[in-house]
């Protein structure tokens, strides 16, 4: 038999384990949002189309190993870029060899195309990527862009295409390491 004073405990224990599990199933969800890094908030505005010199901007390209994306900023109805997804795919891997460090840069290029046939003539730097290794692989991606003219006349042949590269750190430090001293190696060994 159980006393008196164990059943008022016991009620006691039951009414506070109550009160506990109504309040733990009324409490909020706390809703966990992602920061974004001042790197990233620069990325999207980019991609927007705000800040730099638009008027005189054709294309935006976003260019990481994990994004390629260009956006067309004025000559809407004269030229337009060709969908090229495997050759994106193919520059965001060669960019990938070069993410090593945490950096974003960008550079403007003057493209001008051969009237009669549409294809590129000239690729000049007018704003230059502070990240000199990365510089030829921008030039070789203008160089493999095709264009299509809907109005049949090829117009624009002078434009201005403005890159965002932006470089991820993905690999350990020591991975990286050991990679320079290898290619250090190879280039003693080449003299």
């Not at 090229?84 to 070069?98: A, R, S, T």
């Not at 945490?102 to 502070?130: M, Q, W």
Request: some cysteine.
């Amino acid at each position: 038999m159980i006393s008196k004073k164990t059943g008022v405990y016991f009620c006691v224990f039951i009414a506070s384990l109550t009160i506990l599990i109504l309040l733990s199933c009324t409490e909020k969800k706390q809703v966990v949002t992602k920061v974004k890094s001042p790197i990233e908030i620069e990325n999207e505005r980019f991609l927007k189309g705000e800040g730099g010199d638009v008027d005189n901007e054709t294309f935006r390209v976003f260019f990481s190993s994990d994004k390629y994306e260009v956006i067309q900023m004025k000559h809407l109805e004269n030229i337009k870029r060709a969908a090229d997804p495997g050759g994106d795919k193919y520059m965001m891997q060669e960019l990938e060899k070069h993410d090593i460090m945490n950096e974003a840069a960008e550079g403007t290029f003057g493209v001008s195309l051969y009237p009669d046939r549409g294809t590129p003539h000239k690729i000049r730097p007018k704003k230059v990527l502070c990240l000199d290794e990365v510089l030829l692989l921008v030039e070789e991606d203008i160089q493999r862009w095709k264009y299509e003219f809907p109005k049949k006349r090829i117009d624009p042949t002078n434009f201005t295409i403005k890159y965002r590269v932006y470089l991820q750190k993905k690999r350990p430090d020591e991975d990286i390491m050991k990679e320079v001293r290898e290619k250090m190696k190879t280039k003693k060994g080449k003299r």
